[in-house]
């Protein structure tokens, strides 16, 4: 059976395709998510997708993927900036973890500059808009198998 790799989406990028598209682009989360099961599918491995606005939801979500997860990738929006306890949770992962950003954040006001998330991270691609999330999910395979 296929592994699984959660990839987690946090608050906001339910918006996606209509927020703020000079920012973000114009593709929508369902547009996201099936770029990553398609890359994911090449490369035998299964995808959990999902997005939460709530931090307390992604927690237990990143608990979650702990146990049943292969590796995990997590784009935290906002609460990248913000959340040390998805941090803490992210950290009591023993799977890989890849971080994903659609903007450049480092292009980007300077409050956006720092992720708590990163510390958890083995690596992080951000500015690539919806490609980063392939690579994300290429990333992450080659991670896993090398484990
Ligand atoms: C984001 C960047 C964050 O700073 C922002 O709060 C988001 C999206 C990105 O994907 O570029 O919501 O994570």
Known sequence: ??????????P?????????PEVYGTETLADLEARCVRKADALDFAVDFRQSNAEGELVDWIQE???????LIV????????????LDALQACDVP???????NIFRREPFR???????????????????????????????????
């Open 1 to 10: 059976m296929a592994k699984t790799i959660y990839i987690l989406n946090g």
């Open 12 to 20: 906001n990028l339910n918006l996606l395709g209509t927020r703020e």
């Open 65 to 71: 993927a702990r146990t049943k997860g292969a590796g």
């Open 75 to 86: 784009n935290a929006g906002a609460y990248t900036h913000t959340s040390i306890a998805m």
């Open 97 to 103: 973890i890849v971080e994903v950003h659609l903007s």
């Open 113 to 147: 500059h720092h992720s708590y998330i990163s510390g958890a991270a083995k690596g992080v691609i951000c500015g690539f808009g919806g490609l980063g999330y392939e690579l994300a999910v290429e990333a992450l395979a080659s991670a896993i198998s090398a484990a």
